[in-house]
């Protein structure tokens, strides 16, 4: 079936250091990957997206590159900043459905 | 301008009782689904509805539950006879498109406790 698969967490790190959280899918066909955040008391929203291989999607410093040979979709920023705690979700959509399937969540604490 | 609304925001209901969760999403938005999130389970997919139907309502979790849209815009889900393991919040979305790559943007969620 059509899985995504997170790290871990909680993940802790100071301010200005470099985060990556892992993501990868099981997945037939092509499917569309994302990366939602869900801030402290506030809904979902997107954080950013690729609809095909080799795509990177970027957003408010965060990047995340669509490798098919890996099934990843891994997050990076390079400078995280305390305004970045949050719970990440990396999901999928593929051909077929509109749903969104999405990982178990991974939530980041950064501290000053 | 207006985004995805529910209500309401927290419910509170005896295990047993009848409850229906309102979901009104973006003006003009075709497509509209439900979520679950909860502790155990993640966010799990529920129904999505295109228009006034529901193509696909392979994550409803008995007949428990039902959903229904009208007029093409708000949509109730209703669950019978709550049960504890009910108890989630409810997440509503919708999009423009039909293209499954298209952003769904997101309710704040009702808050469901079944004690």
């Not at chain 2, 966010?43 to 008995?62: M, T, W």
């Given at each position: 079936g059509n899985s995504v698969t997170q790290m871990e967490g909680p993940v802790t790190l100071s301010e200005e250091a470099f985060l990556t959280i892992n993501c990868t899918y099981t997945a037939t066909g092509y499917p569309s990957l994302f990366w939602y955040v869900q801030y402290p008391g506030e809904g979902l929203q997107l954080l950013l997206k690729a609809t095909k291989a080799d795509d990177k999607g970027s957003n408010k410093g965060f990047e995340a590159t669509y490798r098919k040979e890996t099934t990843s979709f891994h997050l990076e920023k390079g400078s995280v900043q305390v305004s970045d705690s949050a719970v990440y979700f990396c999901a999928l959509t593929y051909q077929g459905a509109q749903k969104l399937v999405f990982g178990q969540g991974t939530r980041l604490t950064i501290n000053p | 301008g207006a985004g995805v609304s529910q209500s309401p925001s927290n419910k509170v209901t005896e295990k047993g009782k009848d409850v229906e969760l309102r979901c009104d999403p973006i003006s003009g938005h075709t497509a509209l689904y439900w979520?679950?999130?909860?502790?155990?389970?993640?966010?799990?997919?529920?129904?999505?509805?295109?228009?006034?139907?529901?193509?696909?309502?392979?994550?409803?979790?008995?007949?428990?539950?039902?959903?229904?849209?009208?007029?093409?815009?708000?949509?109730?889900?209703?669950?019978?006879?709550?049960q504890q393991e009910d108890s989630a919040v409810y997440l509503c979305a919708s999009s423009g498109d039909r293209d499954p790559s298209y952003e769904q943007y997101f309710g704040p969620g009702t808050r469901l406790t079944v004690t």
């Open positions: - | 979520y679950r999130q909860s502790l155990g389970q993640g966010l799990e997919f529920l129904i999505y509805f295109q228009g006034n139907s529901a193509p696909d309502k392979s994550g409803l979790p008995s007949d428990r539950f039902s959903a229904e849209r009208t007029g093409g815009s708000v949509s109730t889900l209703t669950i019978q006879r709550t």
